[in-house]
Nanobody, 121 residues
Framework: QVQLVESGGGLVQPGGSLRLSCVAS????????MGWYRQAPGKQRELVAL???????NYADSVKGRSTISRDNAKNTVYLQMGNLKPEDTAVYSC???????????????WGQGTQVTVSS
């Protein structure tokens, strides 16, 4: 079994910052990409940021320049630091990992349960 557990969401004032964390645990053989997605009410889920095992990162245009994704590969953990938060950043943020579980020959996507981020004064 594989689990992804997020933490760090909550209520933040506009202009503020937060840091989200996600730990992958269980029968993991290797992890390819780890990243963050978000879904606001009435909208489709969208990519926020993605990071490979190496140095490659990908950011949504809406968060570029004010967000940083990082990984601790030894701890199977991914972080998302976001600054200058705006009301439109309000959404449920979900962690994603493309990984190979022990005994499997292929990579599959796994998701966390999601954490609410609300940006409001």
């Amino acid at each position: 079994q594989v689990q992804l557990v997020e933490s760090g969401g909550g209520l933040v004032q506009p202009g503020g910052s937060l840091r989200l964390s996600c730990v992958a645990s269980g029968t993991i053989s290797s992890i390819n990409t780890m990243g963050w997605y978000r879904q606001a009410p009435g909208k489709q889920r969208e990519l926020v940021a993605l990071k490979t095992t190496g140095v490659t990162t990908n950011y949504a245009d809406s968060v570029k320049g004010r967000s940083t994704i990082s990984r601790d590969n030894a701890k199977n953990t991914v972080y998302l630091q976001m600054g200058n938060l705006k009301p439109e950043d309000t959404a449920v943020y979900s962690c994603n990992a493309r990984l190979r579980s022990t005994g499997s020959d292929w990579y599959s996507d796994y998701w966390g349960q999601g954490t609410q981020v609300t940006v409001s004064s």
